[in-house]
Nanobody, 119 residues
């Protein structure tokens, strides 16, 4: 059973960079064919996929966030991280890390962490 846990500051000031880390247990982030994503949910809105880092280290980002988003990983700590630059109040959301694999289809979620952008 893969388990994920988000961590990072709950309050970020406008124009700063939001940094979150997802710590993974129960499996390596280099397991073949797993994809490790960041997903967020602003208040009163639906889930928004932000980007993914694959088991081989390849990254893909949402077109709307690509210019501000970076996802990286540290296999030695079994962690992957999100950086979102130049944040504004619209980036206030619950941020989730997610693991998914297609064959067989499985998906795991962290509990989520609230991030508020405010001065």
């Amino acid at each position: 059973q893969v388990r994920l846990q988000e961590s990072g500051p709950g309050l970020v000031k406008p124009s700063q960079t939001l940094s979150l880390t997802c710590t993974v247990s129960g499996g390596s982030i280099t397991i073949s064919y797993y994809a490790w994503s960041w997903i967020r949910q602003p208040p009163g809105k639906g889930l928004e996929w932000m980007g993914v880092i694959d088991y081989d280290g390849s990254t893909y980002y949402s077109p709307s966030l690509r210019s501000r988003t970076s996802i990286s990983r540290d296999p030695s700590k079994n962690q992957f991280s999100l950086q979102l630059s130049s944040v504004n109040p619209e980036d206030t959301a619950v941020y989730y890390c997610n693991a998914a694999v297609l064959k067989p289809p499985r998906e795991y979620w962290g509990p989520g962490t609230q991030v508020t952008v405010s001065s």
